[in-house]
Structure formats: structure tokens, C-alpha cells
């Protein structure tokens, strides 16, 4: 959640969800050899637009070169054309009939540049693509439509405790990470920290995203009970496993409802949620909105929220709402909102250790006290300066934001002692 609580990809290159390694013409233009020859190679970067930082990649070559999108599941389209000319370079893409151009100037070891698209400028630094160490082992389990793909963190003892982490609402992969929110690795950290404790986990990017963007193809055929259905499937993988002595859930945001329902199917050793929802989508939704939107804006989203909590979809969406209530996501919304997550905290028969960072400006303390009323016997934990993003972070809207796209921040340090003694103490 973010802003407008956007839930699918909304930004940018819309159009590529579902593309990967498509084919285009590609025309080069070389100019000074020598000099076009320190553009080579792959480069990333953040595009900075009105709704936050969007993460690509570049690889420019001699003769050709990609973009790729990994928060879009967009990998390695090629370049219509690329031009080299001094210490300048120029791309032009054709995305689905999207016109993409990117320039920029070689200045200090980076690419100094600008993203446009149908009509949109924005500023872009590129800087030399640094791969990231794999840490996990990659597994298949079978699930609706075919596999999922999940990333294990191995503990270094065997048989060990096992926690499958739930990541939050949107393009937020398994490491944390957000067309929307930025690079923070948050969930990346959690998981290696804990691995390092003693604890092996195990992360997934959900149906339509990253390594499983295969298995959602059509924005609309999408449900949030199919986010249940596919933590319940690994939970039951890992119970029936002899390398784990116990199994624990942890849910992050809108993964904490998804946390909490697997839970209730499964009936494992414990469930932690960290800044999980206390109250229906609705009501944390227009709390959001209030000071966001023009009153007659506001009234249309109160309208709609109580039209698709009867279970009744909207075809009249006003062009400023589309990107929230648009109507390939209104069958996602309206299986989301039959929920209540306090009602449904109840039920879970498992331990259960609540998570509220205090700085946190999606999720209050009032959904915490919320879980905590209709699960009496839950511990419930606040972390002081704690953000959305597992940050240590102000409480001002600009301080907090820029730790969302800032992965050299650690995780909140009282975060994962406090995880590691619950699940391995029962305490």
C-alpha cells in the first residue's frame, strides 16, 4: 500500500506486463567507436515519476540492446534503435505501440538521462548493473495453473524451523521490492537474517509477478483467494518435509491476510504479522483517500467500495479512479473485501505475535489494537520508528518515503530478535 493503495502495475510501460523476450527490429548507430564502446554493458536505475521510483535495466550493446522491468515481469525487450554520438547515447523503444525514448550523457561513470513515454518526461540516473549474489536455492511446487517458483533460504542446521514470508499488496516481489515503493530488500534481509538465526525461509513473488508472472497472465482472472490457495500449497509442502521441525508464517501487510487465512487451513506451529491490516480493505482504504481526494472523487470511491463489497462490479469509473478501481481489477477487490482480518485473526488457532512499527504510514496502531482485541492471547509488539518497509524511519511523509527506495538502510534493529525468540522460544 502506497499512496492510492495501488494493487496491480499502474505505472509505466502498463503494457508489458505479460512480455518477455519479445522480438523487435533493432537499428544502430554508431558513432565515435571508442568513446560508444564505455556504454557497453548493463546499467540500472531508478525512473523517478510523480508515484514513486520505477527500477529498470538497460544493456546496451554494439549492435542491440534490452530493457527489462523486473517489478513488470517485462524481460529483455529489445531496442527498436540505438544511437551512440560522442558521449551521448539514444534508445527508442516500441512497446505495444508505446513509443519509449531514452537519452542521456556518460558523466562520472554514470548515465545521466531521461525517460519519456506518451507524452511523460522523466529523470533517470544510470549506473552500472551490479548482480546481485543468489542466496537462496529456487524450488517448484505444484500449484493452480502450474508450478510456483520459491525461493529457500537454507538454515545452516538440519532439521531446522521454517517460516514462509508473504510479501505485501502489488508489484512487491519476494525481496521486499515495488514498482511503486522502490528497491529496500526488506523481506530480502528478513530472510537472510533469519536464515543466519537458525531459521530456514521460504519467499515467492505471487501469481502475475516475477518468477511466477506466468501464472496470472489476465489481470482479470486474478482472485485473493488464489493468494491464499498458493501459500496454503507451500505450507503444506513444507509440513509434509522431515527438514523442518517446525512450520510458521510470517505475513507483511496484505501478506498478513493472506498469512492469517493459510494459517487457519493449516494449522501451523505460529503465525507473526508485521504491519498487517486490522480493519476490512474498505474502511483502511477511505481513511487513505479522505485527504488525497476531492470530495466528489471521495463520494465516487465510497460509492464503489460499497458496490463491490456486495459483490457487484462498476463500469463508470472516473479516468482519476481508474487506476485504483479499474475493471480488471474489481473481481481482485471484491474477493478482498469480504474480509475482515480481525474476524478472521480469531479463528487461527495458532500462536500468534503482532508487529507494528510506529513511524508506519499505510498500517496504524489502531489495526494493530484491532488484531490484538479479537486474539486476546496474541503478543502484541511495537517497534519504535519503525516504517512500512521494516525501515527506521521519521515520522515525516518525505523522510519516511525515501527509505522505501534505499536498500542500504538494515532492517529495524529490534525486528528480527524479536521473531527469531518467538518462533524458536514459543514466546
Not at 479463528?347 to 499505510?362: A, E, N
Request: with cysteine; charged share 20%.
Amino acid at each position: 500500500m502506497k499512496k492510492l493503495l495501488l494493487l496491480c502495475c499502474t505505472l509505466l510501460l502498463l503494457g508489458a506486463c505479460g512480455q518477455k523476450e519479445a522480438t523487435a527490429e533493432n537499428k544502430v548507430t554508431k558513432g565515435d567507436s571508442t568513446m560508444s564502446e564505455q556504454f557497453f554493458g548493463k546499467w540500472e536505475g531508478n525512473i523517478e515519476t510523480p508515484n514513486g521510483a520505477l527500477p529498470i535495466i538497460v544493456d546496451l550493446q554494439k549492435d542491440s540492446g534490452t530493457l527489462s522491468v523486473p517489478a513488470q515481469g517485462l524481460s529483455n525487450f529489445p531496442f527498436k534503435s540505438v544511437s551512440y554520438t560522442g558521449d551521448h547515447v539514444k534508445v527508442s523503444i516500441n512497446l505495444n505501440g508505446s513509443a519509449i525514448e531514452i537519452a542521456g550523457a556518460l558523466k562520472n561513470e554514470q548515465i545521466e538521462a531521461t525517460f519519456q513515454q506518451n507524452g511523460g518526461k522523466y529523470p533517470l540516473i544510470l549506473k552500472s548493473y551490479k548482480e546481485q549474489p543468489i542466496t537462496y536455492d529456487t524450488l517448484k511446487i505444484p500449484g493452480q495453473q502450474g508450478d510456483l517458483t520459491v525461493a529457500l533460504q537454507k538454515a545452516s542446521t538440519s532439521p531446522s524451523p521454517v517460516a514462509l514470508i508473504i510479501a505485501g499488496s502489488g508489484p512487491t516481489d519476494k525481496d521486499g521490492n515495488s514498482a511503486l515503493a522502490g528497491k529496500n530488500n526488506s523481506l530480502k534481509m528478513l530472510a537472510e537474517g533469519l536464515a543466519q538465526e537458525g531459521i530456514a525461509t521460504v519467499r515467492y513473488d505471487k501469481r502475475g509477478l516475477g518468477d511466477n508472472q506466468a501464472l496470472l497472465t489476465k489481470e482479470e482472472d486474478g482472485t485473493f483467494d488464489q493468494y491464499v490457495d498458493d501459500a496454503v500449497q507451500i505450507l503444506q509442502t513444507l509440513m509434509a518435509d522431515e527438514a523442518y521441525s517446525s512450520v510458521h508464517v510470517i505475513g507483511h501487510s496484505e501478506g498478513s491476510l493472506i498469512g492469517l487465512l493459510a494459517a487457519q487451513k493449516t494449522g501451523v506451529d505460529s503465525f507473526i504479522s508485521i504491519a498487517g491490516a486490522g480493519r476490512p480493505l474498505d474502511e483502511v482504504l477511505l481513511e487513505q483517500l479522505k485527504g488525497q481526494l476531492a470530495p466528489k472523487l471521495f463520494n465516487e470511491s465510497t460509492d464503489i467500495l460499497t458496490s463491490l463489497k456486495q459483490g457487484e462490479q462498476v463500469k463508470n469509473i472516473s479516468p482519476e479512479l481508474q487506476a485504483l478501481f479499474r475493471p480488471s481489477v474489481q473481481p481482485f477487490l471484491i474477493s478482498l473485501l469480504k474480509y475482515n482480518p480481525a474476524e478472521e485473526l480469531a479463528k487461527v488457532k495458532s500462536r500468534v505475535l503482532l508487529v507494528q512499527g510506529t513511524t508506519d504510514l499505510q498500517v496504524k496502531e489502531a489495526d494493530a489494537e484491532a488484531l490484538k482485541k479479537s486474539k486476546h492471547e496474541a503478543k502484541l509488539l511495537y517497534m519504535e520508528g519503525m516504517n512500512h518497509v521494516l525501515k527506521k524511519a521519521p515520522a515525516d511523509r518525505a523522510g519516511n518515503l525515501a527509505t522505501y527506495a534505499d536498500p542500504s538502510l538494515p532492517l529495524h534493529e529490534e525486528l528480527l530478535p524479536a521473531i527469531q525468540q518467538f518462533i524458536n522460544n514459543g514466546k
